[in-house]
Nanobody, 120 residues
Framework: QVQLVESGGGLVQPGGSLRLSCAAS????????MRWYRQAPGKQRELVAAITSGGGTGYADSVKGRFTISRDNTKNTVYLQMNSLSSDDTAVYYC??????????????WGQGTQVTVSS
């Protein structure tokens, strides 16, 4: 199966930047779409950004122009560059991937989440 490990979260001041990473490992045959979700306290989990295996991207309206999703297929890693952060971006961020593993076939996997807190 596939394991996802996220990193890069933390505390940042309003207007600051953070870069999240999510590395996939395990018995990976291939990875299709990769996504970042977030969940703020008391709110539903929402899709923030997505990237296809070919590099096509999509973003939630609330982050367009501020966040950039990218991937390194040689490292099975997806990134989320977050700029101009505001308190509205405070949430736990989760990566989510569609992956084919040698042992389990096709599945959707979730990372453990990384906390992003935007506060002065």
């Amino acid at each position: 199966q596939v394991q996802l490990v996220e990193s890069g979260g933390g505390l940042v001041q309003p207007g600051g930047s953070l870069r999240l990473s999510c590395a996939a490992s395990g018995s990976i045959d291939s990875i299709d779409d990769m996504r970042w979700y977030r969940q703020a306290p008391g709110k539903q989990r929402e899709l923030v950004a997505a990237i296809t295996s070919g590099g096509g991207t999509g973003y939630a309206d609330s982050v367009k122009g501020r966040f950039t999703i990218s991937r390194d297929n040689t490292k099975n890693t997806v990134y989320l560059q977050m700029n101009s952060l505001s308190s509205d971006d405070t949430a736990v961020y989760y990566c989510n991937v569609d992956a084919h593993s040698y042992d389990l076939g096709y599945n959707i996997y979730w990372g453990q989440g990384t906390q992003v807190t935007v506060s002065s």
